[in-house]
């Protein structure tokens, strides 16, 4: 399992009530589409741009309660105004998307920051005002999280991005911990390299544990779910370790005792 954010969605979860499944598929279709749009296939950034042009043009109909053109928008206006979601967060997450397509390289760590705010955090945002749980502790909590998460996937899939020219660790750590970027292109796992990946490790656990306590404010189902979301990526940041951070050639990923393992920690006693 990739702790990627999409894939952290409940959508199929049995412990995801069941009134709360349409939305919930609802919000994911449009999150996995726009970064689809974003990432996947051979499309120009001038037509990735454009097609997320047409996504926000939809948030603007629904915005202005003018009906959506398209099947997606279609299925999802109607959960945004039954549960009163916000319309920012979609805002936020087609800004990311975008930014994606535009932006290779991140300055330093309170930028990269600030994608992660507009990538990750609309999602726990949105779930929360699902849940009626959006009180501003526990929105704090849930940003956290969602930065870790997307942080976590980012040091799984260095690799991954390099190959379609992106690299999300911060330009000043790079220069600080003696990392070159054709260090990266060549796989290269020496001391400076797992110097500097400990360090965004260190910094990611961080945020998932400044955020833990979510997981025990949310009671029943849902808050078993984000338990176990949260136990998973600590699980991956252990496993980035455990490979002496050489995710080159060691990709992280959860196996069917570590569901196990992450279950066991998933207990609220």
């Known amino acids: 399992m990739s702790v990627d954010h999409y894939e952290n969605f409940p959508v199929a979860s049995v412990l995801m009530p069941k009134r709360l499944r349409q939305p919930v598929s609802a919000i994911y279709h449009f999150a996995r589409g726009a970064d689809d749009i974003a990432d996947e296939g051979d499309a120009s950034d001038e037509a990735r741009l454009a097609g997320l042009a047409a996504y926000r043009a939809e948030l603007d109909r629904i915005a202005a309660q003018q009906p959506p053109l398209t099947a997606l928008f279609q299925n999802l206006a109607p959960e945004i105004q039954q549960y009163q979601l916000p319309m920012q967060p979609f805002y936020d997450l087609l800004d990311a998307f975008a930014q994606d397509v535009v932006q290779k390289r991140y300055a330093d760590y309170p930028q990269l920051l600030d ?39 980012f040091w799984q899939d260095v690799s991954k991005d390099i190959a379609i020219g992106r690299i999300y660790l911060p330009l000043d750590d790079l220069a600080r911990f003696g990392v070159t970027e054709d260090d990266i292109r060549q796989q290269n796992c020496n001391e400076n390299w797992r110097k500097l990946l400990q360090f965004q490790v260190d910094r990611a656990r961080e945020l998932m544990l400044y955020g833990k306590p979510l997981g025990t404010i949310l009671t029943g189902r849902i808050g078993l779910e984000m338990r176990m979301i949260i136990a998973g990526g600590l699980r991956i940041l252990d496993k980035i370790e455990a490979v002496d951070y050489d995710v080159f050639r060691r990709r992280p990923e959860l196996r069917p005792l570590d569901w196990l393992i992450m279950l066991a920690k998933s207990s609220p006693f």
Do not use: F, M, W
């Open 115 to 153: 994608y992660c705010r507009r990538s990750a955090n609309p999602v726990g945002t949105l779930l929360l005002h699902l849940y009626g749980e959006a009180t501003p502790v526990n929105l704090a909590y849930s940003d956290a999280i969602c930065s870790s998460l997307q942080l976590i996937n």
